[in-house]
């Protein structure tokens, strides 16, 4: 089954780890992931800034290593990122901002990419809230 | 087409669970993940609701929200890990998250 996941919690939030851990059970059960979609507050998980308490779990460092170690289209909303400090090396020079904090695997892009992953996946199942 | 609702707001605090259950289809089923599981509380006003439920409707909890919670799923409730959340978003046509 082709599943695309949409995210739209901050790394933080429980719900983050459900997704995480769906999409992890989803490919070790033999299915495939078309897309991961970061919306709203979801794109901080694709920042390479988050720094996690030692006694915690690093959810956004967690996803980073699940995108980059599956190889999966690990999609940020390109609005919703530039809107809360989410920049890959481009944005920030476009918009003269002194950082980049996105970087492989993530790549920036548009809302389009949710609706063709929701057209192209068997599955479209989001995740947010507490 | 049956539709896999997924809650992870508690019950006690806004009206999701209850607007659910309004719009729940014949087969369609309901996960409980995160603080929605409070609504499996034994002896409250939610889990009457839930238990009234026809049994063609799928009641699931997510194990490791009841675990981090203290709760004992109820037997009208079907526990599943995340390999089972997997599975019954196979099962049903969609799934629709209430965020």
């Given at each position: ?26 490919l ?42 599956q ?17 890959n090396?481009?944005e ?8 980049a ?30 | ?30 996960l ?13 006003a ?5 238990e ?7 009641l ?40």
């Open positions: 089954m082709k599943f695309a996941i949409a995210l739209f919690s901050a790394p933080h939030a429980p719900s983050s780890r459900r997704a995480l851990r769906f999409a992890q059970a989803a070790a059960g033999g299915h495939e992931i078309v897309r991961l979609f970061f919306y709203q507050e979801g794109v901080h998980s694709a920042s390479s800034n988050v720094v996690t308490p030692q006694d915690e779990l690093d959810i956004s460092g967690e996803w980073r290593d699940f995108v980059r170690e190889r999966l289209d690990g999609v940020v909303c390109i609005a919703a990122a530039l809107r809360r400090g989410v920049l090396a481009e920030s020079q476009r918009y003269d901002r002194p950082a904090n996105l970087d492989d695997p993530w790549a920036l892009s548009g809302l389009g990419q949710l609706h063709e992953a929701a057209q192209v996946a068997d599955r479209l199942v989001c995740f947010g809230g507490p | 087409m049956a539709t896999l609702h997924v809650l992870s707001h508690s019950p006690f605090s806004d009206s999701r669970l209850s607007s659910c259950l309004r719009l729940l289809g014949a087969n369609d089923g309901l409980l993940s995160g603080d929605a599981v409070y609504a499996l509380q034994p002896g409250s939610q889990l009457r609701a839930l009234m439920m026809p049994d063609s409707i799928g699931f909890a997510l194990d490791e929200d009841l675990t981090a919670r203290g709760i004992s799923a109820a037997q009208r409730a079907q526990v599943v890990d995340y390999p089972g959340f997997v599975e019954l978003s196979c099962r049903f046509d969609k799934v629709n998250s209430w965020l």
